[in-house]
């Protein structure tokens, strides 16, 4: 366990009297790929927001390569590489493909307190931007304007955007959420090519999917962690049979 | 892939030189000729409502920053042109009617108030920050009344126009409209090229998307917080123009109607485009102008006016022209 990129240790959250998040702790191997699941309500999503930093946490650590992220903001996370995508799909509909990227590369490019010279016009930035579009496929797509990709392709493009920000960890919140079957097959084959290169946390409803994909698998259900373990021990586990599966266990 | 790789585009369907260039251009030429037109009619009447025009428009260009390109409403953006004003008001009152004095102290304060109040309304967000705004705009207008040994209430009018290291240039109304024509030109530029740049692209970003622009790294509030500043100094820069033109500086520039005004010229002409700042600024004065010339109650027809413009003309007046067919895209 020495080489965790991401370490959660007893993090809690409460809405209100209700514990979102109770106590989790969880340590990501490096490169691996880690799914939660979990029923809905379960704290999945709020989870994703407290390691990105876009809710607070109430008690309890965040560790990256090590180094404590727990009052880091947003921003500053992403720049110490880690990155996330969102349930609902969130990207500039307004820029072109290209511009969407770009930004993210721009981020982490150089100042852009730079009030001069055309940004669109940056050869630098387009190119890693373009580099990024075709390894998610959309490279012929970089002219649209992004509010007119299909669905499939906006969350192709949302993971072009995570990956210009160069993450050591990836924080996916249900990338095939909404997607048809040929679009989630797209998106499969795409979180396969990244595995073993980031280190990927993926939440997903779509079981097939998880079980295909990740390397190990935690269970959270009512904000706690239940069980953590491959694929197969998952799907053996008797506790997760009952809490989640909703199997009657005799 | 290669050839993918190689092949980037710059923008969406770039249009083509006039398309995109031609109102500014026509508004740039018209500006440039209206003196030398001016001097067959009533010359300096008309000298001094067209000087007036770009000194709003530049006040409007520089809110359109804000409110355009980052959609932030704010309401009290008149503040500004009060800074400029009074930083020529209050040195004139001491004997120091010298540009090279005048300025810098216009801009600066102006510069400051912005980075004060935009560090703490900018902590809001929405309505919010139209009311925070509102009351920092405020706050100015009741400091101004305050200023007895400045004309409190009544403002003061000022003895000249800002001299040029010594020289009294400006005292002809045709140098100082080409002054105001030099300096909105120039805000004009400048604002462009800032829009365009990086730090513009991450404000247009934050406009459509805060969320996003913040998850791929951008702290965002430092980033608006520099262009309420900039927006700021440049507004103050008009108000430095608007001391001269009148020859009068008042706590009348800085009253909310004045800002909700501002934010009127932005829309009519057309949010986020800069030379649509100018268009209807320029619109809003010379209706004002032409329709007070037939009514007091000129305000009577032009609210219906505006309301008509926002109900069928979205995107302003410029939107209308696009529909139309003249001028260009954003």
């Known amino acids: 366990m020495s080489s965790a990129i991401l370490r959660l240790e007893h993090l809690c959250k409460n809405y209100g009297a209700l514990a979102v998040t109770e106590d989790v702790s969880l340590a990501l191997r490096e490169n691996e790929l880690h799914a939660i699941i979990g029923p809905n309500g379960a704290g999945k999503t709020t989870l994703i927001h407290q390691i990105s930093g876009l809710a607070p946490s109430d008690s309890g650590r965040i560790l990256l390569d090590g180094k404590e992220i727990t009052p880091l903001s947003m921003p500053e996370r992403v720049h110490r590489g880690l990155v996330r995508s969102f349930q609902i799909t969130s990207i500039l509909p307004g820029f072109s493909v290209l511009e969407n990227v770009a930004l993210a590369v721009q981020a982490h490019e150089g100042s852009s307190f730079r009030f001069f010279g055309r940004a669109a016009a940056e050869k630098k930035l387009n190119e890693q931007a373009m580099a990024a579009l075709a390894e998610v496929g959309l490279a012929d797509r970089a002219a649209r304007r992004a509010g007119l990709l299909s669905h499939g392709e906006k969350r192709q493009l949302e993971l072009a955007i995570a990956l210009a920000a160069k993450p050591k960890v990836l924080l996916l919140d249900e990338p095939l959420a909404g997607t048809g079957p040929e679009e989630s097959e797209v998106l499969v084959a795409l979180l396969r090519s990244l595995k073993g290169r980031i280190t990927i946390l993926l939440i997903e409803h779509d079981m097939d999917a998880v079980f295909s994909l990740a390397d190990r698998i935690s269970v959270l259900v009512y904000g706690q962690i239940i069980a953590t373990g491959s694929p197969a021990e998952i799907r053996e586990n008797r506790d997760v049979r009952v809490a989640y599966l909703g199997e009657e266990v005799v | 892939m290669e050839k993918a790789v190689t092949h980037i585009p710059e923008t969406v369907a770039p249009p083509a030189f006039i398309r995109r260039e031609g109102v500014p251009l026509i508004l740039f030429a018209l500006l440039l000729l209206a003196p030398f037109v001016a001097r067959f009619f009533a010359e300096s009447y008309l000298l001094a409502l067209f000087s007036r025009t770009m000194i709003f428009a530049i006040a409007a260009l520089s809110l359109d920053l804000i409110l355009g390109y980052g959609a932030l409403v704010s309401f009290g953006h008149a503040a500004f042109l009060g800074f400029g004003a009074y930083g020529v008001g209050i040195l004139a009152a001491h004997g120091v009617s010298e540009a090279s004095l005048q300025l810098p102290l216009a801009l600066a304060s102006s510069a400051l108030f912005a980075l004060v109040t935009g560090a703490l309304s900018l902590r809001t967000k929405g309505v919010y920050f139209i009311m925070i705004t509102l009351a920092f705009g405020q706050m100015a207008f009741f400091l101004a009344v305050s200023l007895a040994a400045y004309g409190g209430d009544d403002g003061m009018t000022l003895p000249s126009r800002s001299r040029l290291f010594g020289f009294d240039v400006l005292e002809d109304d045709r140098a100082l409209y080409f002054l105001i024509l030099l300096a ?36 965002l509030f430092r980033y608006q917080l520099t262009m309420y500043v900039i927006a700021g100094t440049m507004c103050g820069l008009a108000g ?19 800002s909700g005004e501002l934010i009127v010229m932005v829309v009519l002409g057309g949010l986020g485009s ?57």
Do not use: C, D
């Not at chain 2, 692209?201 to 998307?209: D, M, Q, Y």
């Open chain 2, 184 to 219: 909105l030109l120039g805000s004009y530029l400048v604002s462009r090229a800032i829009v365009m740049s990086r730090f513009g692209r991450v404000i247009r970003g934050a406009r459509e998307n805060p969320q996003r622009m913040a998850a791929i790294g951008f702290p």
């Open chain 2, 240 to 258: 430095f123009l608007l001391a001269n033109q009148t020859g009068f500086v008042s706590p009348a520039y800085m009253t909310w109607q004045r």
């Open chain 2, 274 to 330: 800069l030379h649509g700042a100018i268009l209807g600024a320029a619109a809003f004065l010379l209706l004002e102008e032409w329709l007070s010339g037939f009514t007091e109650h000129w305000k009577m027809i032009f609210g219906p006016f505006l309301v008509l413009v926002v109900l069928f003309a979205r995107g302003g007046l410029l939107g209308a022209f696009r529909r139309l067919g003249i001028g260009g895209a954003r």
